[in-house]
């Protein structure tokens, strides 16, 4: 869904920042995968990629007037651009992956079929808690997926932000945010991110302000950047990382 800028000789052109922070984003991505995000450097600069991806979706959707409609037309096309590809690459990867079991065993392994069901719980493991037995539903190679049900159920919440007027909206972002760091002492992982999700669809919302963000001026523009900062490592060195 990418947003374009309509020029005086009606060419479609990119958001230029929007494709930098894509871009820079995804190496983030790479980066904390490796062992170079141990270090106090990659510590602050891979905390928040996820967010990213989820702040510039709201920032695109952000001009969209949403109704029952358009709602259900935005759910449309987030089923066929998130729902459809995750599950056929899942299939896919799977039978890969139960295929390969079968010539190495001559039958189907548990994980297999853990595989099978684990792609409709849509996370990777059942818990990171290290005294839980441990249970890995995303297996056959499909770990990477978790994210596009996550952006499904985080685009459905944040539709739900959208359509809720003022003062409403206040109360309905503290229960998101509540519920947000509530799951962060569930001893699972919800489906589908249900545990991240009520967060990510805050952080989708949030592109509204950055908006108004925007219509500053480039020295109060400079004045808020060193609060968020300040609260950006706040978040990541008291929220372990």
């Keep these: 869904m990418d947003k374009i800028i309509k020029t005086n000789n009606n060419f479609d052109e990119r958001i230029p920042w ?4 894509r ?3 995804m190496f ?11 270090n106090i450097p990659g510590k602050y600069l ?8 989820f702040f510039i979706t709201g920032y695109l959707m952000q001009n969209k ?3 029952k409609k358009t709602g259900i037309i935005i759910i449309k096309k987030q089923v066929k651009k998130l729902l459809i590809p995750y599950t056929l690459a899942s299939i896919i990867l799977i039978l890969i992956s139960g295929f390969w079991s079968y010539i190495a065993n001559g039958y189907i392994i548990k994980q297999d079929i853990i595989n099978f069901f684990g792609m409709f719980y ?14 890995v539903f995303l297996g056959a190679s499909n770990a990477a997926l978790w994210f596009l049900p996550a952006m499904f159920l985080s685009s459905l919440l944040y539709l739900v932000l959208r359509i809720t007027k003022f ?4 109360f309905l972002i503290s229960i998101f945010i509540c519920c947000g760091i509530v799951f962060t002492f569930s001893p699972v992982l919800l489906p589908w991110s249900l545990d991240t999700a009520p967060i990510f669809a805050v952080v989708m919302f949030s592109a509204k302000l950055y908006q108004n963000y ?3 001026s480039s020295k109060l523009r400079k004045i808020f950047l060193i609060p968020i900062t300040l609260i950006y490592i706040a978040c990541v060195d008291f929220g372990g990382g």
Aim: avoid cysteine; charge should be positive.
């Design 214 to 216: 925007e219509k500053l």
């Design 46 to 53: 891979t905390a928040g990629y996820i967010g990213v991806f």
């Design 122 to 135: 849509g996370r990777l493991f059942l818990s990171i808690r290290q005294d839980m037995p441990q249970i």
């Design 167 to 170: 003062p409403y909206i206040i």
């Design 18 to 21: 929007i494709d930098f922070a």
């Design 28 to 38: 983030f991505v790479i980066w904390s995968h490796t062992l170079l995000y141990r």
């Design 23 to 25: 871009g820079l984003t």
């Design 65 to 67: 007037k949403i109704s």
